[in-house]
């Protein structure tokens, strides 16, 4: 059963536009992730929170920025988008610490034209 | 720090039969190892995690087996048949850290 909801499951969008993806997750977690998988699947961490704190924000260009209103959100927005931003987002959450299982949502997947 | 390689990158297997997919990693700190599936159009789906305690643990068709001398982790799916194609990620972590590293997926292909 789901757990980790992210909206919207599609988005297409130009070159510049800015858009915003949505996350929440009901387990009751205190970290939640953001990763990007690209076209040949591989994942790539680019932000974690930890209770609302930003925990681990890894090269990532300045125009993605991570959101977080308490620890069971996490939204991601993207400004002025580019052609390599295309991929699938997948979120994910944990309990910090120890035997840290992910659990992660269906994805979105961003398509810039 | 760690790194993690996942072996083979695609795997085709007649239905019925058997297959193993393998990962190494580095750090000997390494102390707790997952599998998990990725459907398509799906997120990743947790199918199994260990703790280093463990060598061998089998569940529904699968068996995970984990060599901390040679750093080894696979997972085995014994008589594969066609639900079980997807994408197959190890991941491992180490203890009281909250950084995961996965490897690189591979394709599985089980042809009916």
């Known amino acids: 059963e789901t757990a980790v909801f992210q909206t919207p499951n599609y988005h297409v969008t130009q070159v510049g536009n800015e858009v915003s993806f949505n996350c929440k997750q009901t387990?009751?977690?205190?970290?939640m992730y953001w990763y990007k998988q690209d076209s040949k699947k591989l994942l790539k961490i680019m932000f974690s929170y930890n209770n609302k704190q930003l925990i681990v924000n890894e090269t990532v260009p300045r125009r993605f920025s991570p959101q977080s209103s308490d620890k069971a959100h996490l939204n991601l927005r993207i400004k002025s988008v580019e052609p390599e931003d295309s991929a699938v987002y997948l979120c994910?959450?944990?309990?910090?610490?120890?035997?840290?299982?992910?659990?992660f949502g269906a994805g979105t997947r961003l398509s810039v034209l | 720090g760690e790194q993690v390689e996942q072996r083979p990158p695609h795997l085709s297997v007649p239905e019925g039969d058997s297959a193993v997919i393998i990962c190494t990693y580095t750090d000997s700190a390494t102390a707790y190892f997952y599998w998990y599936k990725q459907e398509p159009g799906a997120g990743l789906q947790l199918l199994m995690s260990?703790?280093?305690?463990?060598d061998r643990k089998e569940e529904q068709g699968l068996t995970v087996l984990l060599n901390k001398k040679d750093k080894q982790l696979s997972l085995n799916l014994t008589a594969a048949h066609p639900g079980d194609s997807a994408v197959y990620f190890c991941a491992v972590s180490e203890n009281n850290n909250n950084r995961i590293f996965f490897g690189d997926g591979t394709q599985l292909v089980v042809k009916p």
């Open positions: 260990v703790f280093s305690n463990v």
């Open positions: 994910a959450s944990s309990y910090w610490g120890g035997q840290n299982t992910l659990y």
């Open positions: 387990l009751g977690h205190d970290t």
